[in-house]
């Protein structure tokens, strides 16, 4: 665990070194996003089928050459198989978590000065709080992000799960471009992006939690609504009082291109009320957009 004054050095040189970073950004616009989605690129030419041309008449070269090729496929398909796994195999062993045990929620982090889950069977031992656990919980945050470059959004979030480890959550932003010089005597430009999840948490323990889950993605404009799939997978670190760490990274379709989006925040947990700030990345197709965002949070 990092100490609470050498945790807050380290934050604040990142902040430095994104804002420097932000303000070379080149700006992006929305109109930008609106093609990214809308319009299908061209397919590319058919490259003509010559596998008749490079036929071989020697077999024998060619079993062993097969089973070399087997074997090293075979590799390959291991690692693979462990690499993209690990995403959920090492967090569970690192929480120690058998998907064995429920969860239970308290009122807010650190209401018990152990993380944010209470774990049977010891949920009720040294609990000194005036409410007993509970077996759900909702948070909702709003926030405010800028790119430094005249595009800014507003925009929430809001989480309900339950110890059964299964949860809902929704994230919507409100996108406005402002342009220096306008056209057509149109001042600003704006849109709406956001996403609905079900997740499964399948990490927990008192101090960090991690979900996973699919859902839809959607941009809505006044000319348009495109929707598309979403993958979700999101993890919350509650290390040392009263600091929250969230991080949440998102991979889908949009339309006609494919969507990124991930953030990390870092926060100050007072009772229900959480400050933060932190980066927020959306990128589709060529449209990218780094932004430097703060915010609260409330826990329920």
């Not at 070269?61 to 075979?74: A, G, N, P």
């Not at 342009?179 to 499964?200: E, I």
């Not at 009082?241 to 991979?251: A, M, N, R, Y």
Request: hydrophobic share 40%.
């Amino acid at each position: 665990m990092l100490p609470a004054r050498n945790f807050g050095w380290r934050l604040c040189v990142f902040l430095c070194l994104f804002a420097m970073l932000a303000s070379t950004a080149q700006a992006q616009s929305l109109g930008q996003l609106r093609s990214e989605v809308r319009v299908k690129d061209p397919a590319p030419p058919r490259e003509p089928d010559r596998s008749q041309d490079n036929q071989h008449d020697d077999d024998d070269d060619c079993d062993d050459s097969d089973s070399y090729e087997s074997d090293t496929i075979k590799f390959i398909g291991l690692l693979s198989a462990v690499a993209i796994t690990a995403p959920v195999w090492v967090p569970m062993k690192f929480a120690d978590d058998e998907l064995s045990r429920p969860g239970y929620f308290p009122a807010f982090p650190y209401q018990y000065d152990v993380g944010y889950m209470l774990i049977p069977p010891n949920v009720y031992e040294g609990n000194t709080g005036t409410r007993d656990p509970f077996t759900y919980a909702v948070r909702a945050r709003s926030d405010y992000g800028t790119n430094f470059t005249g595009l800014n959004w507003v925009g929430g979030q809001v989480l309900a799960e339950f110890s059964t480890r299964f949860g809902l959550e929704s994230d919507f932003r409100f996108y406005q471009q402002d342009f220096f010089n306008p056209p057509q005597n149109a001042a600003h430009d704006t849109a709406w992006l956001g996403d609905a999840n079900v997740f499964y948490r399948f990490a927990q323990n008192e101090f960090m939690q991690f979900r996973t889950g699919l859902g839809v993605n959607w941009l809505s404009d006044r000319l348009h609504t495109d929707v598309g799939f979403n993958f979700t997978y999101a993890a919350d670190f509650y290390s040392t009082k009263p600091w929250v760490i969230s991080g949440e990274f998102d991979w889908g379709r949009l339309g006609d291109e494919t969507l990124l989006h991930a953030r990390i925040t870092t926060g100050v947990q007072v009772k229900g009320l959480e400050a933060y700030v932190g980066y927020d990345l959306i990128d589709v197709g060529k449209f990218q957009s780094n932004s430097l965002i703060a915010g609260v949070r409330l826990w329920f």
